[in-house]
C-alpha cells in the first residue's frame, strides 16, 4: 500500500531533480554546452568580425567537407572499426573526378559519378579485407591509405589537376536560393539521410548492435559481413564527396589535398561521443563535434593565434572530451 | 554533480585558453619568429642606414607614403619555413608602419585549403581593406581571388602568380630569367672545367611550385642550345632540405666520381639537400649553384674550398615592401602598375664580398620586424 502511495505524486523537488537529471544525462550535453560557451565567447570577444553573417556562413561551409566524411567515419566507429584510408581515398577520387573531365573529356556529371561509385569500391575492398580475410580494420585500412595515396600519386605525376571547368567551381562557391553555399547544402543532405538510416532503419539497429557485440549479432542472424562491408563503403563514400568538395572549393585537385583528413574526421566524431569501442554513436554528436572545431579554427584565425596553438588546443580538448564520455557511461 | 563539475572545467579551459591565446601579438604567427611583438615601435632608427654602394641593391628604405586612413592589410604567404618569406613580411611589417597600415598575416603552410580559408576569413570576418597573396598554387588561388573580387577588395600577388581573377598587380622576380641566368653560368662552369660547353649536369626542380616551374623552363630553354651537356631533371617529393637530400644522395650513387660535373637547385632548400648530400658523401668534384639568399648558401660561396660556386638572389625585401607601398597607394586611390618585376643578381665567389655587404645592410633594417 505504501509504495502505492509514495509513487502516486513526486514531489516538487524530486520533478526538479529528474529534469535536471534528463538534461544532463543528454551524451552530447558536455560538448554542447562547450560550444555554445566557445560560441559565447567568440562573440564578445570580436563581435564585429565573428558574429557577422557573411562569416557566420563561410564557417558552415568551411565545416562541410569535414562533416561529410566525419559522418562516414560515425558509422564505421559505431561498427567497433576504424578507417584510416579516408585522407587517401577523399585525395584518389578528388583527383579523379578532376582528372576525367580534364585528361579524359568526361562531362562534370559522369566524372563525378565515376570517381564517387569508385569510392564505393574502394570502401567495399575495405570491407572485404576486413570481413572476409579477417584482417584488422586498423591494418586493412592503414594498407589502403598507402595504395590510394600512391596511385593518385602515379595518377597525376605529382603535379595539380587544374584548369577545371567553371562548373565545377561553382560547387565550391555557389550558392542555393542566394544564401545557402551549395556544400554546406550537400552537408544538410548526408546529415538527414544518415540520421534517418542509423536511427530509423533496421540496416542502421544492425549496426549498433555489430559494434556492440559481433558475436551476439552474428547468432542472432545479422549477416555481420555484410553489414561490415556496406558500412565501409558509405565511409569511403563520404570520403569520396568530400574530395569532390574540396576539389571544387579549390577549382582544382592539389597532390596534398585532404592530407591528414582521417585524423580530423576521428577527432570530430569522438568529440561528439561516439565509443571507438563500438555499439555507441550519435550524428547529433558529430554534427556539434564538427561544427565545434570549425569554430574554434575560424575564431582562432580571426583572433590571429597561432596554427601550432590550435593544434595543441584541438589535441587537448579531444582528451578532455573523451574523458568526460567514458565518466559518463561508467556512470550510467 | 560530479558530470557538471567536470563540464565546468572543460568550459573553463577552452575560455582560458582562448583567452591567452589572444593575447599574443597579433603579428606573430610563426614558429621561426622572434618573441618581440612587432611594428608596435615607433619609425626605425635605421632607415638612414643607406649603405655606400647602394645603387647595387635597391635601397629598402625607398620612398614611403602616407595612407588615407589606417587601413587592414590581409597578407598570406606560402610558407614561413623559407628565410625568403620570412625576409618578405619583416619588409612588409617595416613598410607598414612607415606608411600607417595594419597587417593580419598568415602562414599558409603550403597547404591551398588552409590559404583559401585564411582568405575567406580575411574576406568575411576581418573585413581587410586590401589583401596581399603569395598563392601556394596558382590555380588553386583562383576562387580565392574570385571571392575577394566579389567582395571588391584589391588583390596583389607577389612572388608568384594566380592563373585567374582580377588582381591589382604581380609583384615578382622574372622567374625565367633566373632560370636561364642558372643555365649561362652552368655553361660558363663547364667551359672552365671541362674546356668546351660539355658535361653532365642534374637539375632539381619542383613542378609544383610555379616560381620554381618558371625558372625551369628558364634554365631548359636555355641549356637546350648546348647539344653535349646532358642534363638529369629531379624532383623530391616535397620541396625540402631532407627530401632533396635523400634524392641526391641516390643520385650520387647512380654517377659516382667524375660521372657527375655540376647540380643546379632552382630554389634554397632543393640547394641545401644538395649540399649537405654532397658534403657526406664527400664528393668534391661536383659544383653547385642555387637559388635564394639563404645564410648556409651564402656562407659555402664565400668559402674558397667549397663547390658551392654561385646562386642567383631575389630581393625578398623589395618585394615585400614594394606590395605594401602599392597596396597603399591603390588603397588612397592612386594608379599602380600592373606588373613589378624585382631585380635579381647572379651572387658568386667573385662578388659575394660585397652582396654579403649590401645584403647585411638592409637585414638590419627589418631585423626589428623579425
Known sequence: MNKILDSAAPSDMVARKNIWKRTTAFPQFGILVVFIGLFAILGIMAPDSFLSGGNLINVLRQASAQMVVAIGMTFVLILGGIDLSVGSIANLCGTLSAGFIVKSGLSLELAIALALLIGVGLGVVNGVITAKLKLQPFIATLAMMSVAKGSSLLYTGGMPVSQLPDTYMGIGRGYVMGVIPIPVLIMIGVVAIAWIVLGRTVFGRRVYMTGGNEEAARLSGIKVDVIKIMVYAICAATAALTGIIYTARLASAQPTMAEGLELDAITIVALGGTSLLGGRGFILGTIIGGMFMSILSNGLNILNVSSFWQQVMKGIILVVAVVLYTKTSKQK | ?370
Open chain 2, 1 to 370: 554533480m560530479k558530470k557538471v563539475i567536470t563540464i565546468i572545467i572543460m568550459v573553463a579551459l577552452v575560455f582560458s585558453a582562448v583567452a591567452c591565446s589572444s593575447n599574443t601579438p597579433a603579428a606573430t604567427s610563426a614558429a621561426a619568429s622572434s618573441a618581440a611583438p612587432a611594428a608596435s615601435s615607433a619609425a626605425p632608427a635605421a632607415t638612414s642606414a643607406a649603405p655606400a654602394t647602394s645603387e647595387a641593391a635597391a635601397a629598402p628604405s625607398g620612398d614611403h607614403v602616407k595612407a588615407n586612413k589606417q587601413y587592414t592589410i590581409g597578407v598570406s604567404l606560402m610558407d614561413y619555413n623559407f628565410t625568403f618569406f620570412q625576409d618578405m613580411l619583416a619588409a612588409m611589417k617595416m613598410e607598414a608602419a612607415a606608411d600607417g597600415v595594419i597587417i593580419k598575416d598568415y602562414d599558409s603552410k603550403q597547404d591551398s585549403t588552409k590559404q583559401l580559408n585564411d582568405v575567406q576569413d580575411m574576406i568575411n570576418a576581418l573585413k581587410v581593406d586590401g589583401i596581399i597573396l603569395n598563392p601556394v598554387d596558382t590555380s588553386a588561388i583562383v576562387p580565392a581571388v574570385m571571392d575577394a573580387n566579389d567582395a571588391k577588395i584589391p588583390v596583389i600577388t607577389v612572388d608568384v602568380g594566380a592563373a585567374g581573377g582580377t588582381i591589382a598587380s604581380h609583384i615578382a622576380s622574372d622567374n625565367v630569367a633566373i632560370g636561364t641566368e642558372e643555365a649561362k653560368f652552368v655553361v660558363d662552369q663547364l667551359t672552365k672545367k671541362n674546356g668546351a660547353a660539355k658535361g653532365t649536369i642534374a637539375i632539381l626542380t619542383y613542378p609544383k611550385i610555379t616560381s620554381m616551374r618558371s625558372r625551369e623552363e628558364g634554365f631548359m630553354a636555355e641549356i637546350q642550345k648546348y647539344p653535349d651537356i646532358t642534363v638529369i631533371n629531379k624532383s623530391p617529393i616535397q620541396v625540402t632540405a631532407e627530401d632533396t637530400m635523400t634524392l641526391v644522395e641516390d643520385l650520387l650513387t647512380t654517377y659516382p666520381s667524375g660521372k657527375l660535373d655540376l647540380i643546379d637547385a632552382t630554389n634554397s632548400s632543393t640547394a641545401l639537400g644538395a649540399m649537405a648530400a654532397l658534403k657526406s658523401a664527400n664528393r668534391t668534384d661536383v659544383l653547385v649553384i642555387g637559388t635564394d639568399e639563404d645564410p648556409d648558401i651564402l656562407a659555402a660561396i664565400a668559402d674558397k674550398s667549397s663547390t658551392v660556386m654561385a646562386t642567383v638572389v631575389q630581393y625578398p625585401n623589395e618585394m615585400g615592401r614594394l606590395a605594401i607601398l602599392n597596396m597603399v597607394k591603390l588603397l588612397n586611390g592612386e594608379q599602380i602598375e600592373a606588373k613589378i618585376n624585382t631585380k635579381i643578381e647572379n651572387v658568386n665567389k667573385d662578388n659575394i664580398a660585397d652582396y654579403q655587404k649590401v645584403k647585411d645592410a638592409w637585414e638590419a633594417e627589418i631585423a626589428s620586424y623579425k
